[in-house]
């Protein structure tokens, strides 16, 4: 189907792109378009003015910032996350994680930003970013923010980025001595969409676990993270913390899986990604 007609900006700042996200209401950020462009063929979203972040060379960049944090730029697009020796040093599991999405175009034009800002629940990065603790800082004319993952994602396509405001930065606490990640989850096919996903770190100030795919948001599951508190990260520990997890949710139903499946693949992948970082666990 073809677009319906749109206006076109290509900023060559970020205070030049914030500026016509402020000046147009109904004016949106292009990233990779991968997601966008789909949702304006199937007239989903109708934007009256597409900003196109492409021009925004300081968007585009990963380095380390203050004690080590992984600063990345929201247009890093998921392919440059692979080719990242900052990311392999500080925190393999993003590429790692990355690598996995759709296929090599979605990869080579989607970014980190427009991964987690159209925050589609079964989008790989949101849990992976909380589950690491991310912080993500927006940019307005009235200034810049920065909030914990935890309060970036406030539902189905629904995030802190208000109108008008840009995700500029993604910031990654680096892997210290002692912490490990891991990742697991169930897809449709191979390099499908996941029907639910768990991404975990272990160590360190205590474990996180995030769960994608069994609410709007990337869910915390605290009660397992307490149990594991206790720092024994054996098979029969890590099973016995997950205990009764997927009885706390209220996922969906839909053509891919019952909302009573899922609560079990819940479980199921929490433990996996557990175990996967306590293997991964890096010397102190
Ligand atoms: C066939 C296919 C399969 C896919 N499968 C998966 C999958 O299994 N897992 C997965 O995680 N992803 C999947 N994706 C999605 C892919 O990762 C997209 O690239 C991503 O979700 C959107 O990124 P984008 O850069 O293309 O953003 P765009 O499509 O350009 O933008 C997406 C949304 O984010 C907003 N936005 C973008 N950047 C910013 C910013 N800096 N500040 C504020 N708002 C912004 C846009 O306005 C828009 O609303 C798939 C995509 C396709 C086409």
């Known amino acids: 189907m073809l677009l319906r007609e749109v206006e076109y900006a290509r900023p060559a700042t970020v205070d030049e792109?914030?500026?016509?996200?402020?000046?147009?209401?109904?004016?949106r950020p292009?990233?990779?378009?991968?997601?966008?462009?789909?949702?304006m063929k199937q007239r989903a979203?109708?934007?009256?003015?597409?900003?196109?972040?492409?021009?925004?060379?300081?968007?585009?960049t990963i380095s380390f910032g203050a004690?080590?944090?992984?600063e990345i730029g929201a247009m890093v697009t998921l392919a440059q996350l692979l080719g990242s020796s900052?990311?392999?040093?500080?925190?393999?599991?993003?590429?790692?994680?990355a690598s996995t999405i759709a296929d090599v175009q979605v990869r080579n034009r989607g970014?980190?930003?427009?991964?987690?800002?159209?925050?589609?629940?079964?989008?790989?990065?949101p849990?992976?970013?909380v589950a690491l603790g991310a912080a993500m800082t927006i940019r307005s004319t009235g200034g810049e923010r920065t909030i914990p993952a935890d309060e970036f994602f406030l539902g189905v396509y629904m995030t802190a980025v208000g109108e008008g405001e840009l995700l500029t930065r993604i910031s990654v606490p680096p892997r210290s001595g002692g912490v490990g990640d891991g990742f697991a989850g169930v897809t449709v096919g191979k390099h499908g969409t996941y029907i639910v996903?768990?991404?975990?770190?272990?160590?360190?100030?205590?474990?996180?676990?995030?769960?994608?795919?069994?609410?709007?948001?990337?869910?915390?599951?605290?009660?397992?993270?307490?149990?594991?508190?206790?720092?024994?990260?054996?098979?029969?520990?890590v099973r016995a913390a997950a205990a009764g997890l997927g009885a706390t949710l209220d996922p969906p139903s839909d053509v891919h899986a019952s909302a009573d499946y899922r609560r079990h693949l819940a479980e199921v992948a929490a433990v996996r990604a557990v175990l996967q970082a306590a293997e991964r666990v890096v010397g102190g």
């Not at 994608?212 to 948001?217: H, I, K, L």
């Open 86 to 97: 900052e990311v392999e040093v500080a925190r393999p599991i993003l590429a790692e994680v």
């Open 111 to 125: 970014t980190i930003g427009g991964n987690i800002c159209v925050n589609d629940p079964t989008n790989h990065l």
């Open 197 to 237: 996903s768990a991404a975990a770190t272990v160590g360190g100030d205590g474990s996180r676990v995030a769960l994608g795919c069994v609410d709007a948001v990337p869910m915390r599951a605290t009660a397992m993270e307490n149990r594991l508190a206790a720092g024994d990260l054996s098979e029969a520990s």
């Open 17 to 27: 792109a914030i500026e016509l996200l402020s000046e147009h209401e109904g004016a």
């Open 67 to 70: 004690a080590g944090r992984l």
């Open 45 to 60: 979203a109708a934007p009256d003015v597409l900003v196109d972040l492409a021009d925004l060379a300081e968007l585009r």
């Open 30 to 39: 292009l990233a990779g378009g991968q997601t966008l462009v789909n949702v």
């Open 127 to 129: 849990p992976l970013l």
